[in-house]
């Protein structure tokens, strides 16, 4: 897609400072997809407060999309807990098998850059 891009640079219908900006955006949605997926292996379910709690507000604004995209790829599933003495229900999402092999494959792939 970056390539594609660049070509439409290189015929001056865009400029090459919204690629770079666009590809950097891309990164960080990317990134942040990694670390929703991280969150929830470690703690096997959370809801998206709890993962903007822990991400300490990395994960904000966009937890709601991140987290409907991820359910939509299949790697993400959600279910309603009401709580038992009342309270707000609170959507819970839990890792699918693909995203639980998503979430070790980034975690291989950072460890293997540290080493």
Do not use: C, F
């Amino acid at each position: 897609m970056i390539d594609a891009m660049i070509a439409i640079a290189a015929a001056g219908l865009i400029s090459v400072g919204v690629i770079k900006g666009m590809d950097r955006l891309a990164k960080r949605i990317v990134e942040n997809e990694k670390m929703v997926l991280s969150i929830i292996r470690q703690k096997g379910e959370a809801s998206g407060l709890q993962i903007v709690d822990i991400s300490k507000g990395h994960l904000g604004q966009g937890i709601h999309s991140t987290l409907r995209k991820l359910e939509d790829e299949g790697l993400l599933k959600s279910y309603i807990d009401i709580p038992a003495r009342g309270g707000r229900p609170s959507i819970m999402y839990n890792l699918t098998q693909a995203g639980l092999r998503e979430s070790l494959r980034h975690e291989i792939d950072v460890l293997q850059r540290t080493l």
